[in-house]
Every structure is written in C-alpha cells, then in structure tokens.
C-alpha cells in the first residue's frame, strides 16, 4: 500500500519483483495487477465518486466565498459512448483571495 501510495505508477513487473525480493513470493501479472488496483482504489479513492461530488464542492465553494466564481468545463464530444458527460477541466476565481492581495499589494496599515 505504502508503495502504491508513493508511486501509484509504478509498473506492475516492478511490484512483482518487489514482493519476490521482500516476502519470497512469486505472484501472477494478473495478480499484481488486481492488487494495485484495489491499493489505488484505497489510496486515492474512487474517481467516479470524487466527480459526482463535484458540483457540491462547487456550491460550497461559492456559498463561503461570496463573490467566487466557479465553470466546469465537460468534453463536448465523448470519445465513447456514455450517459454520463466526461470531465475536463474546472476553474475558479476565488474572490477573497483577491481582495487579500489588492491589501497586501497596497500595503498593510
């Protein structure tokens, strides 16, 4: 898990490698790959989930930060066919952080 954390690219003739090295075991490609898979799942969490939450973060965002402005931006053809629209990228202009540095850039009294 520790591994996969650091490096969640890591190759999986890498791990097999490892666990040989470490523990004395040989384990399958497909074994490996299954493990890694269910480690990043742990690690970093599901993508799918973080995705759907992604609009709340956004209503949270602009109800704390009056003035913040939020766009998400979907792909506007999916390269698959899904009900689902394809993430691409998200903006944000926190407004707050903006007035900080108008102070900041005029100087603090």
Do not use: C, W
Not at 9 to 31: F, W
Not at 83 to 90: L, T
């Amino acid at each position: 898990m520790d591994h996969i954390e650091a490096n969640p690219g890591v190759p999986i003739y890498v791990l097999q490698d490892q666990l040989q090295k470490q523990y004395g075991v040989n384990i399958s490609e497909y074994k490996a790959f299954r493990a890694k898979a269910v480690a990043i799942k742990i690690t970093i969490g599901d993508y799918t989930k973080q995705y759907g939450v992604l609009r709340d973060y956004v209503l949270e965002l602009q109800k704390t930060n009056e003035g913040t402005t939020v766009k998400i931006d979907v792909v506007s053809k999916p390269m698959y066919s899904s009900p689902n629209k394809q993430f691409k990228m998200v903006y944000v202009y926190l407004r707050p952080l903006t007035k900080v540095l108008i102070i900041v850039s005029r100087g603090m009294p």
